[in-house]
Structure formats: C-alpha cells, structure tokens
C-alpha cells in the first residue's frame, strides 16, 4: 500500500504562483510513476503532469510552459509548480501514483493510489 498526502494549496491571485508537494510512503519504493490530476465543480477529474521512473513528463496542452513537475526520490516527494495561474485554474488538485507505467499517463484509471486533494483557488 502506498499513502499520498498533498499540501501547498491555497488562494491566489490571477497571475500568481502555487508550489504544490505530495508526500509518498508506506511501500513508495515500489512507485513507478507519479502525476497530479485536478477536478473543478462540476467537472470531471482531469489530467495535469505526470512523470515516470526515467524522470520523463508528460503535460496537459493548456499546463504547458506555466506547470511545471519534478520529485525528489530521497524525500519520497512529488512536486507541482504553478506558474502564471488562472481563475480557470481552480480545482482540487490531486496526486496519484501506480507501480506500473501508465498506458496514458494522463489517465485517471491507470493511477491505483491517490491523495485526498488540496484546494487550490485563483481568483481574478
């Protein structure tokens, strides 16, 4: 089993920056693959980043150039950069992990283990 605990979410200003954590533990050793996903009122639960064992990402077309995704493995840690926020932007943000590497690493069905979201607002 493997937890996820996001942090770092909040309220912002159109424009603004967030930095977005999510810790691993439990059985993390055995983490493959790693992404953040966002779910808007409303809407359905939507792809961010993702990233692999090689360190390669993956982004949504419209997180391109403002988000950014890293983890530090010593720290059992993945991260999210936000940058240049938009009031669109607002949603629960979560982090997701699975032991092996996702077919679409934007795809919610592929990720087994989830965090229980950090609320992240941006306002105009």
């Known amino acids: 089993q493997v937890q996820l605990v996001e942090s770092g979410g909040g309220s912002v200003q159109s424009g603004g920056s967030l930095t977005l954590s999510c810790a691993a533990s439990?059985?993390?050793?055995?983490?493959?693959?790693m992404g953040w996903f966002r779910q808007a009122p409303g809407k359905e639960r939507e792809g961010v980043a993702a990233?692999?064992?090689?360190?390669?990402?993956t982004y949504a077309d419209s997180m391109k150039g403002r988000f950014t995704i890293s983890q530090d493995n010593a720290k059992n840690t993945l991260y999210l950069q936000m940058n240049s926020l938009k009031p669109e932007d607002t949603a629960i943000y979560y982090c997701a992990a699975d032991m092996f590497e996702p077919g679409d690493p934007l795809t919610t069905y592929e990720y087994n283990y989830w965090g229980q979201g950090t609320q992240v607002t941006v306002s105009s």
């Open positions: 990233i692999d064992s090689d360190g390669t990402t």
């Open positions: 439990g059985n993390s050793n055995s983490i493959c693959c």
